[in-house]
């Protein structure tokens, strides 16, 4: 079939069943918009590219298909530079579509040109540059399977706008054939044998579980797995609604930021499992101090993850999912001889955010969502003091419904991808915790959603700082407080009413009660403004003498 290159990406994306694409349109890439104009691909028009990343992102979360975006070239490239790496470090699939400047004039520094694909080498799975209208096809096959398969990522194709304009008789691949990359799904018989012995030979068991575990689908087996070793599970902030956070065993948010039963439970472990956790810096603090009791057992897909931050004594290569119905198959039973017990007691401990006395107290607001919501609701957060709140005190029932920037920590995050999120699973409640400052970041996004008819629920928690890094102030430099304090923040109830969306303001406790049901029962985009103690943390100073055992504490 002859069709132009801007033809042939779109056909590509048809083929692999592609329904929504979020995007910026510019003059490197008119001739692929002009060929999306007669797609039943569904194009979000975002206010900036970052934001066109992040939504492919949000979708990619909750749907578990390859999210899509597509900006112009030079600074519309250079603008989805942040999501990209935002969806790498948290092994999102994703593929970034970027124009390019005419091949013959690529590397002259002409208008608009950017090498996007070595900008962004570090922190994608591949960049392509496509050098020929023939390879289209085959680069967007290797580029979808690259992006969904094994440890999933982001990949970039680069597209000169003149390859977009040449003609070619496309021919879609059957199957890829990529030298090298061969992602090994099944864990090995023999390192499996040794995972069964160490759990029948431990009395203080503990799961950690990762992003690994929700992008594996593995939440049915991972519950069994605790069910029938009787072992409680902890999680890393992207492993969150890989298990109930209403189950018995679950321990809650592991690290720094996290719940004190998560982190006594692995300081005093015998035997710690990972299961698709990568166990950064903020789920262990100092390596050397993290579970110094335990046996460690590590199943991951990427073999590059397992030893690099914790030692490990029983390594499993493998898909989470693949591997634990293949260790489910052996006799795992094992004598619970009060481990549970202890564990049951560490969880009544529960932390504060010190004592409100200058606004609302952000953890009740969120005790309250989370005691509200269908269990299927997906909550969107985005980056700061809001965010560890929400891991720490939301129960999060379902997997695929913790949705948050993990590793890069991104700001201006979370109105985007709640948008993607909305977009992907419209039958769904989508609410956003966002900070004032968070908000701002990408505020234009309000009238993307305005645009698409997205019905998401936003509550921002105004405490009129960058609220973590206050507390960093506060706690590390002596409470100089410099340029944290957010002066000239807009009345967003009167900024959401430009946009044309409904909004309220909430001062007073016995407020909250009635203005989250307000928002929860509102058809349409709504915003509810919680102004909360602006002194409240995440690590509170007038922490007890038994919390000394959270990891990472800051002091």
């Given at each position: 079939?002859?069709?132009t290159?801007?033809?042939?990406?779109?056909?590509?994306?048809?083929?692999?069943?592609?329904?929504?694409?979020?995007?910026?349109?510019?003059?490197?890439?008119?001739?692929?918009?002009?060929?999306l104009y007669?797609?039943n691909?569904?194009?979000v028009?975002?206010?900036?590219?970052?934001?066109?990343?992040?939504?492919?992102?949000?979708?990619?979360?909750?749907?578990?298909?390859v999210?899509?975006?597509?900006?112009?070239?030079?600074?519309?490239?250079t603008?989805?530079?942040?999501?990209?790496?935002?969806?790498?470090?948290?092994?999102?699939?994703?593929?970034?579509?970027?124009?390019?400047?005419?091949?013959?004039?690529?590397?002259?520094?002409?208008?608009?040109?950017?090498?996007?694909?070595?900008?962004?080498?570090?922190?994608?799975?591949?960049?392509?540059?496509?050098?020929?209208?023939?390879?289209?096809?085959?680069?967007?096959?290797?580029a979808?399977y690259?992006?969904s398969?094994?440890?999933?990522?982001?990949v970039?194709?680069?597209?000169?706008?003149?390859?977009?304009?040449?003609?070619?008789?496309?021919?879609?691949?059957?199957?890829?054939?990529?030298?090298?990359?061969?992602?090994?799904?099944q864990?090995h018989?023999?390192?499996?044998?040794?995972?069964?012995?160490a759990?029948?030979?431990?009395?203080?068991?503990?799961?950690?579980?990762?992003?690994?575990?929700?992008?594996?689908n593995a939440?049915?087996?991972?519950?069994?797995l605790?069910?029938?070793?009787?072992?409680?599970?902890?999680?890393?902030?992207?492993?969150?609604?890989?298990?109930?956070?209403?189950?018995?065993?679950?321990?809650?948010?592991?690290?720094?930021?996290g719940?004190?039963?998560?982190?006594?439970?692995?300081?005093?472990?015998?035997?710690?499992?990972?299961?698709?956790?990568?166990?950064?810096?903020?789920a262990?603090?100092?390596?050397?101090?993290?579970a110094?009791?335990?046996?460690?057992i590590?199943?991951?897909i990427?073999?590059?993850?397992i030893g690099k931050?914790?030692?490990?004594?029983?390594?499993?290569?493998?898909?989470?999912?693949?591997?634990?119905?293949?260790?489910?198959?052996?006799?795992?039973?094992?004598?619970?001889?009060?481990?549970?017990?202890?564990?049951?007691?560490?969880?009544?401990?529960?932390?504060?955010?010190?004592?409100?006395?200058?606004?609302?107290?952000?953890?009740?607001?969120?005790?309250?969502?989370?005691?509200?919501?269908?269990?299927?609701?997906?909550?969107?957060?985005d980056v700061?003091?809001?965010?560890?709140w929400?891991?720490?005190?939301?129960?999060?029932?379902?997997?695929?419904?913790f949705?948050?920037?993990g590793?890069?920590?991104t700001?201006?995050?979370?109105?985007?991808?709640?948008?993607?999120?909305?977009?992907?699973?419209r039958?769904?409640?989508?609410?956003?915790?966002v900070?004032?400052?968070g908000?701002?970041?990408?505020?234009?996004?309000?009238?993307?959603?305005?645009?698409?008819?997205?019905?998401?629920?936003?509550?921002?928690?105004?405490?009129?700082?960058?609220?973590?890094?206050?507390?960093?102030?506060?706690?590390l430099?002596g409470?100089?407080?410099?340029?944290?304090?957010?002066?000239?923040?807009?009345?967003f109830?009167?900024?959401?009413?430009a946009?044309?969306?409904?909004?309220?303001?909430?001062?007073?406790e016995?407020e909250?009660l009635?203005?989250?049901?307000?928002?929860?029962e509102?058809?349409?985009?709504?915003?509810?403004?919680?102004v909360?103690?602006?002194?409240?943390?995440?690590?509170?100073?007038?922490?007890?003498?038994?919390?000394e055992?959270?990891?990472?504490?800051?002091?």
């Amino acid at each position: 079939m002859k069709m132009t290159g801007a033809e042939a990406v779109v056909k590509a994306l048809e083929l692999e069943k592609v329904e929504l694409i979020f995007g910026y349109p510019g003059g490197a890439v008119t001739h692929i918009y002009d060929a999306l104009y007669g797609s039943n691909i569904h194009h979000v028009l975002v206010r900036n590219e970052q934001a066109a990343a992040h939504a492919a992102n949000g979708y990619a979360r909750v749907t578990g298909k390859v999210g899509v975006c597509i900006s112009t070239s030079g600074p519309g490239a250079t603008n989805m530079i942040t999501g990209i790496a935002t969806a790498y470090m948290d092994s999102i699939p994703m593929v970034a579509i970027t124009g390019q400047v005419p091949l013959s004039m690529v590397g002259r520094d002409v208008f608009q040109e950017a090498d996007i694909t070595g900008a962004t080498e570090p922190f994608t799975k591949y960049s392509y540059l496509v050098k020929d209208v023939n390879d289209i096809p085959r680069i967007f096959k290797e580029a979808f399977y690259l992006a969904s398969t094994g440890r999933p990522g982001p990949v970039l194709i680069d597209i000169p706008k003149d390859i977009a304009m040449d003609t070619l008789n496309f021919e879609y691949p059957q199957q890829v054939k990529l030298r090298g990359y061969k992602p090994t799904y099944q864990g090995h018989p023999g390192q499996i044998k040794r995972m069964a012995k160490a759990i029948l030979g431990s009395s203080r068991p503990v799961i950690c579980i990762g992003g690994g575990a929700v992008s594996s689908n593995a939440t049915e087996e991972i519950v069994k797995l605790a069910e029938t070793i009787k072992a409680p599970v902890a999680s890393t902030l992207m492993g969150i609604g890989a298990f109930p956070g209403d189950h018995e065993l679950s321990l809650g948010f592991l690290g720094q930021h996290g719940v004190y039963a998560a982190n006594r439970a692995v300081a005093e472990a015998d035997l710690l499992i990972l299961l698709g956790a990568r166990m950064g810096d903020r789920a262990t603090g100092k390596t050397q101090e993290f579970a110094q009791r335990a046996k460690v057992i590590h199943v991951d897909i990427d073999p590059a993850e397992i030893g690099k931050n914790i030692e490990v004594d029983i390594p499993i290569v493998g898909d989470i999912k693949t591997t634990l119905k293949e260790m489910l198959k052996k006799n795992l039973n094992r004598q619970d001889d009060g481990w549970l017990s202890k564990v049951k007691e560490w969880k009544s401990k529960v932390q504060g955010v010190g004592h409100c006395t200058q606004g609302l107290n952000p953890m009740e607001i969120i005790k309250t969502l989370s005691d509200m919501v269908p269990e299927d609701t997906i909550l969107v957060t985005d980056v700061g003091q809001h965010q560890m709140w929400a891991a720490r005190y939301y129960k999060t029932r379902k997997p695929r419904s913790f949705i948050t920037s993990g590793g890069l920590g991104t700001m201006g995050y979370g109105l985007p991808a709640a948008l993607g999120a909305k977009l992907g699973c419209r039958h769904k409640e989508v609410i956003l915790i966002v900070g004032d400052g968070g908000l701002q970041m990408n505020l234009g996004e309000l009238a993307t959603i305005v645009q698409e008819k997205a019905e998401v629920k936003i509550m921002i928690f105004n405490n009129g700082y960058l609220g973590m890094v206050r507390e960093i102030q506060q706690q590390l430099h002596g409470e100089r407080y410099y340029q944290t304090a957010m002066k000239g923040n807009p009345d967003f109830v009167k900024l959401a009413h430009a946009y044309g969306i409904e909004a309220f303001r909430v001062e007073r406790e016995e407020e909250i009660l009635g203005n989250i049901r307000q928002l929860l029962e509102h058809k349409g985009p709504i915003i509810g403004e919680f102004v909360i103690d602006p002194n409240a943390n995440v690590i509170p100073v007038s922490r007890r003498e038994d919390d000394e055992t959270r990891i990472g504490s800051v002091g």
